[in-house]
């Protein structure tokens, strides 16, 4: 973390500065002896693996959504016709009154079995900044605060072995027919 003349703290990845609350996003001058580091950040080096990356992580998708179709619970809706997913996060809905337990028991039992998850998309209403800056609530805007607060990502790594999604998928069953 740096200062701008301004008093203004900047993150600094190798080449971009910016500040999170509106200081300008401005480009830093890198020596010849980071230049490596620059092309590190453009990620020049993960080119050659984006296609075998995304079929890995298409083909846990499609696992995914075998195991949990039929479920109490909310899966992602599938691609539009015509279109190319990322399939960049799995995301699941815990609906407490579907699934039988709260998003937060969810990701705790999912913890006791060894599974990490991630709680993903809470709703900007949520946050306290805004709420103090701008008087936002979340009853303000229902819809995405009840998604935000039942909104949680499995692992979905290109370096999942298929031990590991059937691992995921185990624990995700037993987290609902524990409830």
Request: proline share 8%; glycine share 10%.
């Amino acid at each position: 973390m740096g200062s701008s003349p301004e008093g203004h703290h900047a993150a600094r990845f190798t080449g971009l500065a910016g500040d999170l609350f509106g200081a300008p996003l401005g480009f830093i001058a890198c020596p010849e002896e980071s230049e490596p580091h620059a092309k590190d950040f453009l990620g020049i080096h993960q080119l050659a693996r984006v296609e075998r990356h995304h079929a890995r992580r298409s083909e846990i998708w499609r696992q995914y959504d075998a195991a949990f179709s039929g479920l109490p619970l909310g899966i992602p809706a599938p691609p539009e016709p015509g279109t190319r997913h990322a399939c960049h996060l799995y995301t699941l809905l815990i609906d407490s009154d579907r699934c039988g337990l709260s998003r937060d028991r969810f990701l705790q039992e999912m913890t006791a079995r060894n599974i990490g998850v991630g709680v993903h998309y809470l709703c900007i209403a949520d946050h306290p900044l805004y709420q103090r800056a701008l008087g936002w609530r979340p009853e303000q805007v229902p819809n995405a605060t009840r998604i935000g607060r039942q909104t949680i990502s499995l692992p979905l790594g290109p370096g999942l072995s298929d031990g590991d999604v059937a691992d995921v998928i185990g624990a995700v069953r037993a987290c609902l027919d524990s409830n």
